[in-house]
């Protein structure tokens, strides 16, 4: 039976003994009971008050992610060129970890990666093959590959000093990206160092619009240096 039943049998009972003369009564456990349940305006003044809080809270939020992003970043951009240099090395062949600045959709500018084989021709570098197991992988929300050259400036990319490999085929991102040229790369030897000067791959605290990059917060950055003599690569914000 339902609580309200059994409310109505037990004030039934006592009316039944008092009708009779009884000296006893029988206990009623919903007697003065308190109810547990909240009102609709406690529950409503509840919600406006988690309301207020989490729209205080979330600016400051999405500001550590992006700042942690930019560390974040740069140790997969570490373990990302090592993996170019191990390629380079295991299989006696030149490769490259392409960094897109152009040619491809806004999502891969500044903010994509990937490992290929690559050949020399004469002075150009050329698109061999994809990387069993290697896929796109991306940078994390508030990060961006700004900058891939020889120096510390944090003013873009030197033109004159960026290694690029011509005849990519990015057919999986779209049919009429089957030959990318001119893509921004750090390339390796097959002895695991580097094609050119030392090079810096500069990740910031920044967006991507319509192909363009914007810095959001010129102190966060971190440099990714790659050594043009060792290979050796390592990171910090100097």
């Known amino acids: 039976e339902s609580p309200l039943d ?12 008092q009708q009779g003369g009884g000296e006893y009564f029988v206990k009623n456990p919903y007697k003065n009971k308190i109810s547990s349940f909240f009102t609709l305006t406690e529950v409503l003044v509840v919600l ?20 942690g992003g930019v560390e974040y970043a740069a140790r997969t951009m570490t373990g990302r060129l090592g993996i170019a240099r191990g390629t380079a090395i295991g ?6 970890l392409l960094l897109p600045a152009a040619g491809l959709p806004n999502d891969y500018l500044y903010k994509a990666s990937r490992v290929c084989l690559v050949t ?42 960026i290694s690029k490999v011509q005849g990519v085929n990015c057919s999986d991102v779209g049919s009429s990206y089957s030959s990318v040229n001119d893509m921004r790369a ?26 363009t990059p914007t810095i959001t917060n010129m102190n966060n950055y971190v440099h990714v240096k790659v050594d043009h003599i060792t290979g050796r690569i390592s990171y910090g914000s100097n």
């Open 120 to 161: 020399l021709n004469g002075s150009n570098y050329n698109f061999l093959s994809w990387v069993p197991g290697e896929s796109w992988e991306f940078m994390p929300t508030g990060a961006i590959i700004y900058e891939a050259d020889d120096d510390l400036a944090n003013n873009g990319d030197d033109p004159s000093n």
């Open 48 to 67: 406006g008050i988690m309301g207020m809080m989490l729209y205080i809270a979330l600016p400051a939020f999405t500001k550590l992610a992006k700042g």
């Open 6 to 17: 059994e409310r109505k049998y037990f004030v039934h009972l006592n009316k039944r003994f």
């Open 91 to 96: 299989k006696n062949r030149y490769a490259a």
């Open 186 to 211: 750090i390339i390796f030897k097959p002895t695991g160092r580097i094609v050119g000067n030392q090079k810096y791959v500069t990740i910031l605290e920044g967006a991507v619009n319509a192909g």
